[in-house]
């Protein structure tokens, strides 16, 4: 692995021989509020729609014809410009990026607003995307956090191709990491092809107003009344600590071991196999740069909201008064780290998770940190972490029947 | 025991295919990396099923993990996924499979919990849940049985699936690819014990099996030989055959509409085409599906979405769904619901542009398929999956081989005959769901 890192910008080559298609990933950090909600995800859709080399329709065919895949997303706190490809379209791949990268001309955004407007209100016909959406505007009200796919629905109609431009430089000005991982023989010489590719990204003027979000001040239960539906869907979250915080690890193992192992949690045991109250049941834990939250998802009967918000009850108390034993204590720690190693099998895989450490600047070893931190993990650990955090505030929302929501 | 040696895209080496003296298969694929994967193939789904007993082989899939005589309910779970693995199972139409994947290192575990779970299952009654009238009272003890009803819920509020629902249904006459996979609550709710396991007995036999290992293997001898010893079929030797008048054309034009609690429309146009042995074709229409969906170039986005200032589609696509009995082809939207009618006329205005393919076009779409071949050789699962699907769907693992030296005698003629022969939008079945007029 051959490693750069010069004012903001830092680059990674990986060799992974005979691997046929390779991946280079570019990501930027996000740190201010944008003005509107919806301008992040309105930049990532535009940066790949035209440059001032090639026109919209030029890029799309040029890719297709060589079998290069360009996508672009936003996340909270990133934003992401990626290429797979062949390896023998190292060249014109990499390209291809840097022509988005530098001279996107964000061309056509009233069109795209109203195609993001169209893609959003099909996508909460979805109970579930609806009560997500509640759930999360609803626990990061006034922070950016909170600009949802609804309150993008509100705003998006203010935005203008200047706004995305100018958003868009502030961006650029950001902490940018590449990394690119592939069957390359010499990695010193990819890693220099890249540098003198990506020179324009060397610009950095950190600077930042996004600031940490870390307490629910009172419980709340939101409602969203859907007279049609089969099921309930409920969301029940805490504010937890994020990757920075010493309880990081201990949230990984906790999270893994009540909902997010597969078939063997004790919310799937306990909810799905033993009380037959749902075909899913979880919990996640999502980590922001400003904020962690941990939360249970159940999809259920209308009439089983009850229930279930007891059954969430029952098994954080259980587990704040009662150490788990150490063979479930091994056993989620296994399953944390045998779904790394799953998620890290493709090149693609393996180039998002660096860049992802680098850009919450973890370092170039964290993995080997991350492996010690889970294995420092105790049994009392995970008692400690359910009376910490999710014994306190917690917000729910709820979709259902009107009838069912008197609870 | 007969080795068939077959040259499988960006492999390092050819997979191996054994047929065992008691019918099973046995397939190894060698991949280099950290993780390992074993599943096992049967070939029953809802294609086996009638109107008394569908949605059994979803059910059994759930109850298989419900213990055997070695290991309780739960334990195949629990020892699995705290050794890291991701285990889940899936039932389509033509087949039922398993599968752990997880690091190499466990792969001797694997085989050995995985062979137990396919060949010993006790599908005990406490975890079944007692039967009961889904009209009456709902017993207290609820258990799987009440976990496969609220994943039947579940569907019934996708918009999606619904829409799909309801075009698969008009697609077919008679045909058992009619019902849903995962059957019905009134169903689920009454089916005995005694039923579901007389249905595993049934078709879980060595002939019906393929068993997938996949992985960084020293010696393939020794994985093989831990499969032999661990599958020892208890019940019967062979399945039946059952036999299905093929529907493969629709002879006339289908519609129906449903309206649901939704702010947009959905729209579905669906096409019964020849069976995925029919090789040429089947490359044919998976090429149709990428010239007229599934990127912004594709004709349906760049007429219909991406060269319209304010499109009423909010999606369109196309997918290609290969059964053993006869293949489907599928246009879907989601769209302005004040546009319905001029949403289905711009549909079948392009499937009648299907006659003439341009040279690019053609080009364009044989280029990604190549690609996905080199997709689907990245991760364990992927080439499981991919050997399961060509092995179980297609009946033989060679049609990998011949498939790029199929592809490259397509030409644009060629797709033009096939396009006029299957997708004709006036003999097709279109289900709408429209949102419920407010009262």
């Given at each position: 692995m051959k490693t750069y890192k010069q004012d903001g910008f830092e680059i990674i080559v990986k060799n992974n021989p005979k691997t046929p298609r390779a991946c280079i990933s570019c990501y930027f950090s996000i740190d201010n509020a944008a003005k509107y909600a919806g301008v992040n995800s309105l930049i990532a859709r535009l940066l790949v729609r035209g440059t001032n080399k090639r026109t919209a329709e030029e890029l799309t065919l040029e890719l297709q014809n060589n079998g290069i895949e360009l996508s672009s997303e936003a996340r909270q706190d990133y934003l992401k410009a990626e290429t797979v490809f062949l390896n023998q379209d190292f060249d014109l791949a990499k390209e291809i990026l840097h022509d988005v990268l530098e001279n996107s001309t964000f061309l056509e955004t009233s069109k795209e607003i109203f195609k993001l407007k169209g893609e959003i209100t099909a996508n909460l016909d979805s109970s579930v995307a609806k009560v997500s959406d509640k759930f999360t505007r609803t626990l990061f009200e006034g922070h950016p956090y909170g600009n949802t796919v609804?309150?993008?629905?509100?705003?998006?109609?203010?935005?203008t191709a200047d706004i995305l431009k100018d958003f868009y430089k502030i961006i650029l000005k950001s902490k940018k990491v590449l990394v690119a991982v592939g069957s390359f023989e010499d990695e010193e010489k990819v890693l220099n092809i890249l540098k003198?590719?990506?020179?324009?990204?060397?610009?950095?003027?950190?600077?930042?107003?996004?600031?940490?979000?870390?307490?629910?001040e009172e419980d709340k239960t939101v409602k969203i009344i859907k007279n049609s539906a089969n099921q309930a869907h409920i969301l029940q979250g805490w504010l937890v600590g994020t990757a920075d915080s010493e309880d990081y690890a201990k949230l990984?193992?906790?999270?893994?071991?009540?909902?997010?192992?597969?078939?063997s949690s004790r919310l799937f045991y306990e909810l799905r196999d033993k009380q037959g109250l749902a075909y899913t049941v979880r919990s996640s834990y999502e980590v922001l740069r400003h904020a962690g939250i941990l939360s249970f998802y159940i999809g259920t009967s209308p009439k089983n909201i009850n229930k279930s918000l007891d059954g969430f009850k029952t098994e954080i108390i259980k587990l704040r008064?009662?150490?788990?034993?150490?063979?479930?204590?091994?056993?989620?720690?296994?399953?944390?780290?045998?779904?790394?190693?799953?998620?890290?099998?493709?090149n693609e895989q393996q180039a998002n998770m660096m860049a992802r450490d680098l850009i919450f600047n973890r370092g170039t070893d964290y993995r080997e940190k991350y492996v010690q931190m889970i294995n420092s993990v105790t049994r009392k650990d995970l008692s400690d972490m359910a009376g910490k955090y999710l014994t306190g505030k917690s917000l729910i929302a709820v979709i259902a029947p009107e009838e069912y929501l008197d609870f | 025991m007969k080795r068939e040696l077959i040259d499988y895209p960006y492999l390092e080496k050819p997979v191996s295919l054994y047929k065992l003296d008691n019918?099973?298969?046995?397939?190894?694929?060698?991949?280099?990396?950290?993780?390992?994967?074993v599943s096992s193939w049967v070939k029953t789904g809802s294609i086996n099923e009638n109107d008394k007993n569908?949605?059994?082989?979803?059910?059994?899939?759930?109850?298989?993990?419900?213990?055997?005589?070695?290991?309780?309910?739960?334990?195949?779970?629990?020892?699995?996924?705290?050794?890291?693995?991701?285990?889940n199972a899936a039932t389509w139409k033509d087949y039922t499979f398993y599968y752990v994947t997880i690091e190499g290192k466990y792969i001797d575990l694997a085989i050995k919990m995985h062979s137990d779970m396919m060949i010993d299952p006790v599908l005990p009654k406490e975890e079944i849940g007692p039967e009961f009238d889904p009209n009456g009272k709902a017993p207290d003890d609820k258990r799987e049985r009440y976990v496969v009803i609220e994943e039947i819920?579940?569907?019934?509020?996708?918009?999606?699936?619904?829409?799909?629902?309801?075009?698969?249904?008009?697609?077919?006459?008679?045909?058992?690819?009619?019902r849903k996979v995962i059957g019905t609550a009134d169903i689920i709710s009454r089916i005995s014990q005694e039923k579901i396991m007389d249905y595993y007995k049934t078709f879980y036999t060595p002939d019906n099996i393929s068993t997938i290992v996949v992985g960084e293997f020293k010696d393939e001898e020794e994985i093989l030989n831990k499969i032999i010893e661990n599958f020892k079929f208890q019940y019967n030797k062979t399945a039946p055959v059952i036999k299905n008048e093929p529907e493969l054309i629709m002879k006339v034009p289908k519609y129906e509409e449903k309206t649901s609690e939704t702010s947009t429309g959905y729209v579905m146009f669906g096409f019964l085409t020849d069976v995925p042995k029919n090789l040429k074709e089947t490359i044919a229409l998976s090429l149709l599906t990428g010239i007229l969906g599934g990127s912004r170039t594709s004709r349906l986005n760049s007429k219909l979405i991406e060269n319209v200032d304010k499109p009423h589609y909010n999606?369109?696509?196309?997918?290609?769904?290969?059964?053993?009995?006869?293949?489907?082809?599928?246009?879907?939207a989601n769209f302005d619901p004040d546009y319905k009618e001029q949403v289905i006329k711009e549909i079948k205005e392009e499937l009648k542009g299907l006659n003439k393919i341009t040279e690019d076009e053609l080009k364009r779409a044989k280029k990604r398929t190549l690609v996905e071949f080199v997709e689907n050789a990245e991760t364990v699962s992927d080439i499981a999956e991919e050997i399961g699907h060509y092995y179980t769907v297609c009946g033989d693992l060679s049609y990998v081989k011949q498939y790029e030296t199929t592809l490259d005698e397509i030409t644009k003629e060629y797709l033009e005959e096939v396009a006029s022969k299957y997708l004709d939008g006036d003999r097709c079945a279109i289900g709408v769901v429209m949102p419920k007029e407010e009262a």
């Open positions: 609804t309150k993008t629905l509100e705003e998006a109609d203010f935005i003198n590719e990506f020179l324009f990204l060397q610009n950095h003027e950190p600077k930042g107003d996004i600031k940490d979000f870390k307490v629910i990984v193992v906790m999270n893994n071991l009540l909902g997010s192992s597969g078939l008064d009662n150490l788990p034993t150490e063979e479930e204590l091994q056993g989620a720690k296994e399953n944390v780290l045998g779904r790394l190693a799953y998620f890290s099998q493709t | 019918g099973h298969t046995v397939i190894i694929a060698y991949k280099k990396g950290e993780m390992a994967n569908n949605g059994v082989s979803h059910f059994l899939e759930h109850l298989m993990f419900k213990g055997t005589h070695k290991y309780k309910a739960g334990e195949f779970d629990r020892i699995l996924e705290r050794k890291g693995a991701i285990i819920k579940m569907g019934e509020d996708n918009d999606w699936g619904k829409v799909y629902h309801l075009t698969n249904n008009l697609m077919y006459e008679k045909h058992p690819y009619k999606a369109i696509d196309t997918c290609y769904y290969q059964f053993r009995e006869g293949n489907n082809f599928f246009i879907e």
